[in-house]
């Protein structure tokens, strides 16, 4: 595709279940990024993939969450025993690489938690 | 790690207006500051950037400023219109220059 596609769009769940979002990034992509946005919030970093290199994990709030990648493609970010809090936009975004590239946004996974 | 602030946090003019956004950083071997803005449902897009090498840059009705010695860059919208509505990001790039930091956003409002 053209663009950074994510799926589902729209994800409502019940507490304590575990769910996976996916991330489609634009093919040559090295980099990788999650980023969580509460409503009428900012942009929380949450992980950052970059080529081959260990990610950085830095940003994921608690062992609840972890992501992958598989190679320079497709990236998973799963959340276990979903928490209210957890309700957000999961947006993921991809560049050529480097802090300096420009990033390509997908449309977000809206996340619910009931 | 790098902090960036966001100024406003909400902003409201009458088309046709200017409006500004004000961003600082907390590195001073950032180098590289762009502006992404976020239309309701959709994903934040590139619209602007600027690297230290240059003060100041300018694509249409947008502008943007940058003073290295004070830490803060600027956003300019001039003759502001209906489709200028959106959340706007200021963003730095950290010291080890891989990765941005986002400032916390500012939502702009246009009048018709």
């Known amino acids: 595709g053209a663009g950074v596609s994510q799926s589902p769009s729209n994800k409502v769940t019940e507490k304590g279940k575990d769910v996976e979002l996916r991330c489609d990034p634009i093919?040559?992509?090295?980099?990788l990024y999650w980023y969580r946005q509460r409503l009428g919030q900012g942009l929380e970093f949450l992980i950052y993939?970059?080529?081959?290199?260990?990610p950085d994990k830095s940003g994921l709030p608690s062992d609840r969450f972890s992501a992958e990648r598989t190679g320079e493609s497709v990236s998973t970010l799963t959340i276990q025993r979903t928490q209210q809090e957890d309700s957000a936009v999961y947006l993921c975004?991809?560049?050529w690489g480097g802090g300096e590239e420009k990033l390509f946004f997908g449309s977000g996974t809206q996340l619910s938690v009931l | 790690g790098e902090n960036v602030e966001q100024h406003p946090s909400t902003l409201s003019v009458q088309e046709g207006d200017s409006a500004v956004i004000k961003c600082t950083y907390s590195?001073?071997?950032?180098?590289?500051f762009p502006w992404y803005k976020q239309e309701l449902g959709k994903g934040p897009q590139l619209i602007i950037d600027?690297?230290?090498?240059?003060g100041e840059k300018k694509d249409q009705r947008i502008a943007v400023t940058l003073n290295k010695t004070a830490k803060h860059f600027s956003l300019h919208i001039t003759e502001t219109q209906p489709e200028d509505s959106a959340v706007y990001f200021c963003?730095?790039?950290?010291?080890?220059?891989?990765?941005?930091?986002f400032g916390g956003g500012t939502r702009l409002m246009v009048k018709p």
């Open positions: 093919s040559g992509h090295t980099a």
């Open positions: 600027i690297r230290s090498n240059v």
């Open positions: 590195d001073s071997a950032s180098n590289y």
């Open positions: 975004a991809s560049s």
């Open positions: 963003a730095a790039v950290n010291n080890a220059g891989n990765m941005l930091t």
């Open positions: 993939f970059q080529g081959n290199s260990a």
